[in-house]
């Protein structure tokens, strides 16, 4: 059973950063795609950065590109998502998501382990 459990999350002022890491335990292939998706209030949960974890490839939103990075920790089978420049709209709460196979959609609709959730808020 794939178990996965967020944590970083909190109040940030508008600029600031946030770090974000995903503990990952149960899983026993190589060929995943490991990432963070958000929902804000009122809105469709999103796609927001997936790491390959068969080639080390990672892929972005655009919404997010140039501002948050996505690492793993092989040895601790940890991803972290540095969140630098932060918005108001990048409020939402984050949730860390594991899709099976060798292609990485990085799309809901294709994820299949979600984690909890971990609440970023950006507002001064």
């Known amino acids: 059973q794939v178990h996965l459990v967020e944590s970083g999350g909190g109040l940030v002022q508008p600029g600031g950063s946030l770090k974000l890491s995903c503990a990952a335990s149960?899983?026993?292939?190589?060929?995943?795609?490991i990432g963070w998706f958000r929902q804000a209030p009122g809105k469709e949960r999103e796609a927001v950065s997936c790491f390959d974890n068969d080639d080390g490839s990672a892929v972005y939103a655009d919404s997010v590109r140039g501002r948050f990075t996505i690492s793993k920790d092989n040895a601790k089978t940890t991803v972290y998502l540095q969140m630098n420049s932060l918005k108001p709209e990048d409020t939402a709460v984050y949730y860390c998501?594991?899709?099976?196979?060798?292609?990485?959609?990085?799309?809901?609709?294709?994820?299949?382990?979600w984690g909890n959730g971990t609440l970023v808020t950006v507002s001064s």
């Open positions: 149960g899983l026993a292939t190589r060929e995943y795609a």
């Open positions: 998501a594991v899709e099976i196979g060798y292609h990485v959609y990085c799309s809901v609709a294709h994820v299949n382990y």
